[in-house]
């Protein structure tokens, strides 16, 4: 019997135990979910803290980027990490593909195990039918309304009435409204330290590295409803300052750094790499010395303020 438990222990992930615990509001606390979840093993717990029916997770996608094979994502229920059956089977899919594994302590849910995996697969099973009778029941509704002679959609919308128009045009903007204040608390601060120094493509950069997809275009606009509600500052939207074509990556390096003064030159050059980008002299790899060059300029040219927390090469550079 000892022999059987050791061998089912072996066959279960060796990497790390990573929970995820969420709560609606900033009034509601994650503590019953982590003291679980510590309970459990985890080594790691990421916070987070928005609605169930909202996509914008940083926090979700963020772990879901850096998650690694062999690491198991943990929460407590299923309703704390997915919104719907299709959005759990999605997120398993995303963790699967990467080598790592899911487990739900309340749920019968654990990918590590027969039984676990053959729950998810009559969840998706559900899903489909789901799908299937909706899709039936639009059809069938569709079908019997034109046999009676009606045509489908709005009818004020469909004949171009003003009134109705100017209502769908009204519930469009208090939608992306929403959408824009949902998550602002959690972007606008980096915005807020980089504009308008730095020009929007900068910064829709920095915010891709810490979860947010962003583009320029998007992130002005969102920008700009907030300046329009009068819950931003206008000089956001003010021209940034012309750069040289060489002086983009110190812009770039002084954007990142500002945006987290923690980061070790380490880790900046490992977001450069990520990101892409060549160094100076055209290179893939970045070495820490490179971006410490960029950060003294940056310095020097007022991109960054002479506060003394200049990042370190640090423990990652060994």
Sequence with gaps: MARDTQNRASRRPQGRLIGYARVSTDEQTTEAQEIELRSAGCDLIVQEHGSGASRARPALTKLLREIGAGDTLIVVRLDRLARSVSHLLDVIEDLTEKGAHFRSLRDPIDTTTPQGMFSLQVLGAVAQLERALISERTKAGIKAAKAKGRLSGNPGIRERRPEMLAKMTAAQKAAYGDRVQATASQWLPTVRRMRPDHNWDDVARVLKQRGFDWTPERLRRAVKWLVSEHT??????????????????????????????????????????????????????????????????????????????APTAGVAQG
Excluded: C, F, Y
């Excluded at 390096?253 to 980008?277: F, K």
């Excluded at 100076?280 to 950060?295: A, T």
């Design 232 to 309: 931003a500052d206008r000089t956001l939207l003010r021209k940034s300052p012309p750069r040289l074509p060489e002086d983009r990556l110190v812009t770039l390096v002084a954007g990142i750094h500002v945006s987290n003064p923690t980061l070790t030159l380490r880790e900046i050059a490992t977001q450069l790499e990520r990101l892409h980008e060549r160094t100076p002299r055209g290179g893939s790899k970045w070495s820490p010395s490179s971006v410490k060059n960029l950060i003294d300029r940056a310095r020097r040219s007022g991109l960054i303020a002479g506060d003394g927390n």
